[in-house]
């Protein structure tokens, strides 16, 4: 027994000078080196017995690696023996303070060989560990980062995160942080369920707030190196901040519906984003083509419409905005439907307006030349709306008072024809009573 111990305590010791030494550095350099397939600085660790102290990690990924680069600080472990028969390293726990990942930039060109430094003679016998096995893995803020362009860019930040290994990848769980990206307002993280397995994440479940209300329900698949493909339910997200200029102030309302992210990775512009959306407590104000209308109706109610119904398809991607199936509606009031695109800062719908006959009283020749389609309670019209997007121009307004000039113009030149006529009828009633007298 005393013989045992005695070998006990000096195996360990020995292990304790291996583990403290160089070699075991560079054996955990290498290993990560390979794992990441990145080139990977790792400050010196520091050993309590077997608890180990790291300041930092440093990966930058080489050609084909799925990210650019790699930021790991103030990192603890505990290291464990009791997979060191069946050839491993086992760290029970690891802990960082916080991780910073850049996905996209510039990668590394790959090297012709990565292979381990060498070992001594002791580690060739084959009864050193020659690999590391991870328990669980908490991260306190977790940072990634995409996009090398202000229009593509993004980030996930300040989630806390925690991984355990599961066939061969991870089982990641987060909570806490932000989700940000260009032009877009920040959504809060509520909840991250996540798988990886070599360089496919798949988003099982992941949960946002909103800082205004509402909230977003995401899942999809992210194959870094590849492509990106999400989908997000929303709902109550305020429309507001996905608007530009002056919309913000016309266009009120809280969005519903389905959406889908896609995008190549690495990305090289914003992603592509279409969907189905509805909004709700949705308001319409300020709009000339609204204001022409209140004035040619008599009616004021049309300078600021609660609209009870909206809902849409559309696409957006690096360069246009597409929008179809519009259907908005202020029952009993108006209803438009049509669509239009948004590309170079200029906007080209075409669109059916509708109206209830009975406010077209007030304008003469307007269900007559204009308003002449009847149907779903209302009277309609075409209306083309373009130019600017922040102050676009519509052509419904122009027809409408030209339909009422040629109305007016209409009517007084029956209004002669008619007097000129019965004063024909009145001369020759005259006449007809006075030749008589002469005969």
């Not at 195996?11 to 990145?38: C, I, M, N």
């Not at 990565?114 to 590391?132: A, C, F, H, I």
């Not at 995401?218 to 989908?231: I, M, N, R, T």
Request: glycine content about 10%; aromatic content about 8%; charged content about 25%.
């Amino acid at each position: 027994m005393v013989v045992l111990l005695a070998a006990w305590f000096g195996v360990k010791a020995w292990l304790l000078a291996y583990l403290h030494g160089p070699e075991f550095q560079r054996f955990v350099d290498a290993r990560l080196s390979e794992t990441l397939s990145a080139e990977v600085e790792c400050a010196p660790l520091r050993f309590d017995g077997f608890d180990v102290f790291c300041d930092g990690v440093r990966a930058r990924g080489y050609e084909g690696s799925p990210f650019a680069e790699v930021r790991v600080e103030q990192v603890r472990a505990r290291l464990s023996l009791r997979k060191f028969f069946a050839g491993a390293w086992e760290i029970e726990h690891i802990d960082a303070e916080r991780l910073a990942v850049k996905l996209d930039g510039t990668r590394l060109a790959s090297p012709l060989t990565r292979k381990l430094e060498p070992r001594s003679s002791k580690s060739e016998t084959g009864w050193l560990p020659n690999r590391l096995e991870v328990g669980v893995a908490k991260v306190r803020e977790l940072e990634i980062a995409w996009g090398d362009l202000p229009s593509s860019a993004g980030a996930l930040r300040r989630v806390a995160l925690q991984a355990t290994p599961a066939d061969g990848g991870w089982n990641i769980d987060g909570q806490g942080g932000e989700l940000v990206a260009a032009g877009l307002p920040p959504l809060d993280v509520a909840m991250l369920r996540l798988r990886q397995r070599g360089t496919m994440l798949l988003v099982n479940e992941a949960k946002f707030s909103g800082r205004t209300g509402g909230a977003a329900v995401a899942s999809g698949e992210v194959d870094f190196g590849k492509s990106l493909d999400l989908q997000a339910q929303l709902d109550g997200i305020d429309l507001a901040p996905f608007l530009d200029g002056d919309w913000r102030a016309r266009l009120h309302g809280r969005m519903a519906g389905l959406v889908r992210v896609q995008s190549p990775l690495p990305s090289a512009g914003p992603p592509t984003v279409s969907g189905s959306l509805h909004l709700t407590d949705a308001r319409i104000e300020a709009l000339p083509v609204l204001d022409q209308i209140a004035v040619f109706t008599r009616t004021q109610q049309f300078r600021q419409l609660t609209l009870t119904r909206v809902t849409g398809d559309f696409r957006r991607d690096s360069t246009r905005l597409d929008v179809t199936k519009l259907v908005a509606e202020s029952e009993g009031r108006l209803r438009v439907e049509g669509g239009f695109a948004i590309a170079q800062g200029q906007i080209d719908g075409a669109f059916q307006v509708g109206v209830p006959p009975a406010l077209l009283q007030w304008l003469p020749g307007a269900q007559e030349r204009v308003f002449t389609n009847a149907r779903d309670g209302y009277v309609w019209a075409p209306m083309g709306l373009t130019g600017p997007v922040e102050a676009p121009s519509e052509d419904l307004s122009a027809r409408l008072a030209a339909a009422a000039g040629e109305a007016v113009l209409e009517k007084v030149e029956g209004a002669t024809r008619d007097a000129i006529q019965t004063g024909k009828d009145a001369a020759k009633s005259a006449l007809d009573l006075l030749i008589p007298l002469f005969k």
